[in-house]
């Protein structure tokens, strides 16, 4: 009877660090909705220009309240014309690009953040960076998003942010347009950018494996 007792306390015990250990909501799924807007050789400097609609979903896995990785896809308009760019002789060109993305993204809170804790604080500061790829009508190619932004939660497992995303390609073909060659190759403008700011809602997912596999 001792050495039953004896078990059965120990498939307790490893039950509660199970359960401790499993129990932790580490994932969030949610929604973006925003802008986005184009940088190039017709914008080169201007926040917000010619803003499009922009949407899409998230998810993100939570290490601590500290660092997650990210994952999205989203669907973006961005457009220009050549002038509203001091170019001579004018391109006469005017476009309008549906792109549509995957990302994989790192993320850090400055402040520890748990939408799930009652504690404050409430709001954290963040920075993300990470890897894309995205496809424009036929084409495909690869993006670095870098941004940030800052989070709330009200509790209750919602979270707000506001964030501002920026992609630098490796191409020049969004605007349908490429500088002629003067031998410069200008880190910020030798290819074209897009950008996305908009509102963030994630809800996190409640953990529903607190059955000890020992009763399974």
């Known amino acids: 009877m001792k050495l039953k007792h004896n078990v059965t306390l120990i498939v307790i015990m490893v039950c509660m660090g199970v359960y401790s250990g499993n129990s932790q909501d580490k994932r969030d799924f949610g929604i973006q909705v925003g802008a986005t807007y184009y940088y190039g050789e017709f914008n080169e400097s201007i926040p917000l220009y010619s803003p499009s609609f922009a949407m899409g979903v998230i998810f993100r896995h939570n290490f601590n309240n500290n660092y997650s990785i990210r994952a999205s896809a989203n669907y973006a308009t961005v457009k220009g014309s050549s002038t509203s760019a001091n170019i001579i002789p004018d391109p006469n060109i005017n476009f309008s690009k549906n792109i549509i993305g995957v990302e994989a993204m790192g993320e850090f809170n400055f402040f520890s953040f748990n939408p ?28 670095i998003p870098f941004g ?65 596999p020992a009763y399974k």
Not at 130 to 135: D, L, P, R
Not at 186 to 206: A, E, V
């Open 116 to 143: 799930t804790s009652t504690r404050k604080p409430k709001l954290s500061p963040y920075v993300n960076a990470g890897v894309g790829v995205a496809q424009m009508g036929t084409s495909y190619f690869l993006h």
């Open 148 to 212: 940030g932004g800052l989070k709330f939660t009200p509790g209750q497992r919602h979270t707000f942010a506001l964030e501002w995303r920026l992609h630098k390609t490796f191409n020049d073909t969004i605007d349908d347009y490429s500088s002629p060659d003067d031998g410069r190759k200008p880190f910020l403008h030798n290819n074209d950018w897009f950008s996305f700011i908009g509102l963030i809602y994630t809800y996190r997912i409640p953990n529903n494996s607190y059955i000890c």
